[in-house]
């Protein structure tokens, strides 16, 4: 299994970006799907999820109304959508898998992890 993550960079603050993580070797309707993302010195985050289907979504409260979380299912790929983006988003941001039904906020119900994209806002 692999997911590969693309589209980071520095934006200004303000800006937006848009994340994709491409995912090989799972049958991805399968799986629910998150993005986390970790500061230096920070423990991880959660930030958003999506279902199998794409019905349902999650996002934590430092993000909502701000990202994003979409899928397609026929490209195996999820996309994190970040508009109005602050200094305080500057992290590393990873995909993750999950076969479940349901939307997972913890890192430990996620089997599959990509490396990671670096988002840098600049103030």
């Known amino acids: 299994v692999q997911l590969e993550e693309s589209g980071g960079g520095l934006v200004q603050t303000g800006g937006s970006l848009r994340l994709s993580c491409a995912a090989s070797?799972?049958?991805?309707?399968?799986?629910?799907m998150a993005w986390f993302r970790q500061a230096p010195g920070k423990e991880r985050e959660f930030v958003g999820a999506?279902?199998?289907?794409?019905?349902?979504?999650t996002y934590s409260d430092s993000v909502k109304g701000r990202f994003t979380i979409s899928r397609d299912n026929a490209k195996n790929t999820v996309y994190l959508q970040m508009n109005s983006l602050k200094p305080e988003d500057t992290a590393v941001y990873s995909c993750?898998?999950?076969?479940?039904?349901?939307?997972?906020?913890?890192?430990?119900?996620?089997?599959?992890w990509g490396q990671g994209t670096q988002v840098t806002v600049s103030s």
């Open positions: 993750a898998a999950s076969y479940t039904m349901v939307l997972p906020t913890s890192g430990h119900r996620y089997e599959y």
């Open positions: 070797g799972l049958t991805f309707s399968d799986y629910a």
């Open positions: 999506i279902v199998w289907s794409g019905h349902s979504r």
